[in-house]
């Protein structure tokens, strides 16, 4: 099994972050992952994309055109990269920001107020760990404990409330997740 | 042996540290960058000197002197950054002294772009300077191998007293992957190493290095480096040769692209294709015998593939050719970079094209 997920938003949106934490889930799961980052030279702003690739076998190329997941955090990233999902796959947006209609319906579509919930939660700062919450809820393609185990070791030199407040959005994304897969 | 998730620049910098690297000096630039972060507060630990140079012929003058001190001495930079230290680098070749140059290459010419290219292959390989020098190119596919050559750098350029280049791109220096990090080398760090600037006791004479040498000496030295770049191509050579035993087709592609081609290789086996992939781990020395020793009566294409237009490999490849078959090629340039779906279908055209 190798699957092959994008990360496309902003500068600040945690795009590079969420990336890095569901690779790195992924190698403490013993499975094989990269994590390849693009972006611009802007600093803060600007469009950042990651892909990450989850495979059991060695990754041969980390370099695809196509993914089976995209993970769409605003209105620019979702146009100009919701082409490159693959016949069949999985489209996940942050109906906080995007909303033109969806004009492909090869793909599943998995909305989720990012920026609303992450904002109830009391902090946009944890959109990114909403966003991994619904890719375990409706792809399973990590375990949540071995995810929490990456956010407690993540968050250990933090204040506590921190790691707290990431799991209440972890929580809240699997059930936006498991919903969309019922 | 440890396992770790590291990025690319902090890969190859850890396994500097632990091939024996005891001193850096650089100027910034992208993607190569996370380098010089990472030895900054690195280097320091293990009694090393890090240097943040004024500019990149600064630096690149700072490693020649590091060098002639005895340390085991780098710098990096990415292609706009190489072009400024090949004055420095042609001085190192001349006087004969040790150093790793790593260049995370991005688009070019000129300025070009930040985002990854293996744009400069010609210059890594045939001119790092002027003068007619030449100096051992490694090119690593992966970060394990990324990690496995630079930490092994030194032992080449201390053995050959000369420049050595790891040349990666922006993709390598930006990805992150599971690495398996070697142990730290025990490195014995004095100046009574043959190359190094001093008078040592039990030595006959001082060790001198001097940019005049008088023109029958230069001549010597020219003829016995041209020895030692024939000792690299029988001895040194370092080559992925993969399915090519039955192949009627052969990529040859290096680094990033070599994987992208690789994964194409496997796709069109499975549908049958006799197709295999020649992967230059060291391009200087080039690997030569691996494609003059193709069976020409069975290959019916070559097909170079690499991140840059034109491609530049070529000229290389069409050496051990000899015109025996048609050799194709495909590329990106300029910070687009391979894909899959792109390298597979301009592979299915060339073979269209040979049948």
Redesign the interface.
Known sequence: MKKSFVFSGSGGQGIMSAGIMLAHTAIDMSKHSTFLPEYGPEQRGGSAKCTVIISDDEIISPLTKKCDTLVAMNEQAYAKFAESVKEGGLLVLNSSRVKSGLDRTDVRVLAVPVDDVALELGSVKVANTVIIGALIGSTGIVSKEVFIKSLEDKFKTKKPEVLELNLKALEKGIAYGESHKK | MEKR?MKGCEAIAEAAVRGGCRFFAGYPI?PQNEIPEYLSWRLPEVGGAFVQGESEVASINMVYGASASGKRAMTSSSGPGISLKAEGISYLASAQLPAVIVNVSRGGPGLGS??PAQSDYLQATKALGHGGFRAMVFAPATLQEAVDVMYDAWEYAERDRGPVLVLMDG?LG?????VTLPPMKEVNFNNTKDWCLARVDGREESHMITPILPEPALEMLNKFKGMTYKGWEMNDVKVEEYLIDDAEYVVVAYG?AA??A??AV?TLRAEGIKIGMIRPITLYPFPKMSLDGLDYDKVKGIIDIEMTIPTQMRDDIELQVKGRCPVYEYGRSGGM??????VLSAIKEFIKEGE
């Open positions: 998730f992208t930040i985002q993709c930006a990805i992150m992957e599971e990033i994987r992208v690789k994964e496997n970079l391979l894909d899959d779906e792109g």
